[in-house]
């Protein structure tokens, strides 16, 4: 997979160089190109803002640079990326639309700043690409770029290779997650901890009784925290509950 990442802080991706997507890079599973907006800009003060149409407070992400930009980087002639836009007001982003874009070859993130893109853009670049407009959550970020690491991270472990232990993609695969559920708790060694005993069934290998008691955890935490999941988990709807 490749994956580029248009940004005006572009430093904010040098975290992607370490840990798991650094392995990938490292390893030759992941090819990452990281690219500052304002190469595309041709004024003396690198503008990449201006004044809403219609009024209202703050800035509005010019066109012209993100369309010389997208033209650079995605030849008429080649292959044609996903292009990946981090907004407020996308849909939101969740595990199987994680599971859908690590089928792609190749990943684009338009990270944008101030009050968002000029809408034109992802008009624009709909006519030439796959446009997805996500968003991280129901809250206000400053920009695109933590929504686009959030979103690389979650990708890139799902590739082949990436993860060092396979074993977790197969129990996310069979596990409390396709049911819908959330993660019963872990614990590690010692088996006593500051006067807190790790659950004696865990230790007690009794293997169907482990899993009882994690299905029967994982159901306790859902109804706690999240009654939306269950309420779709009960129906057996795992897609709903994503
Ligand atoms: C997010 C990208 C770019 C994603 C999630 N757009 C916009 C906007 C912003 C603040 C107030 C109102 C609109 C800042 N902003 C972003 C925010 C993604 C941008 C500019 C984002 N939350 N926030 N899930």
């Keep these: 997979m490749r994956i580029d990442l248009i940004s005006i802080f572009?430093?904010?991706?040098?975290?992607?160089?370490?840990?798991?997507?650094?392995?990938?890079i490292a390893g030759g599973?992941?090819?990452?190109g990281i690219h500052d907006l304002r190469d595309w800009t041709h004024d003396r003060h690198?503008?990449?803002?201006d004044t809403p149409y219609g009024g209202g407070a703050g800035m509005v992400m010019k066109p012209e640079p993100w369309g010389e930009a997208l033209d650079a980087l995605v030849p008429a002639d080649g292959p044609r990326p996903v292009l990946i836009v981090p907004t407020p007001s996308g849909q939101p982003?969740?595990?199987?639309?994680?599971?859908?874009l690590a089928q792609a070859e190749w990943l684009m993130f338009a990270c944008g700043r101030y009050e968002g893109i000029d809408a034109r853009v992802m008009e624009h670049a709909r006519t030439r690409m796959d446009v997805r407009e996500?968003?991280?959550?129901?809250?206000?970020?400053?920009g695109g770029e933590v929504a686009a690491l959030a979103i690389t991270e979650a990708v890139v472990r799902l590739l082949p290779g990436v993860l060092g232990n396979p074993e977790?993609?197969?129990?996310?695969?069979?596990?409390?997650?396709?049911a819908g559920l959330l993660e019963y708790p872990v614990y590690t060694k010692p088996a006593s901890w500051?006067?807190?005993?790790?659950?004696?069934?865990?230790?007690?290998?009794?293997?169907?009784?482990?899993a009882r008691w994690r299905a029967e955890q994982a159901r306790r935490i859902t109804a706690e925290r999240r009654p939306d999941l269950l309420k779709a988990a009960e129906l057996g709807n795992a897609e709903l509950a994503e």
Aim: glycine residues 8%; charged residues 20%.
């Design 93 to 100: 982003f969740t595990q199987p639309i994680a599971a859908e």
């Design 10 to 24: 572009p430093d904010y991706f040098a975290a992607l160089e370490l840990s798991l997507v650094g392995k990938a």
């Design 168 to 178: 977790s993609l197969v129990e996310e695969s069979h596990g409390a997650e396709l």
């Design 194 to 210: 500051r006067g807190l005993d790790v659950p004696p069934v865990l230790l007690s290998g009794h293997h169907g009784e482990v």
């Design 46 to 49: 690198r503008t990449v803002d």
């Design 29 to 32: 599973l992941l090819e990452l």
């Design 134 to 142: 996500l968003s991280l959550g129901d809250y206000v970020l400053n």
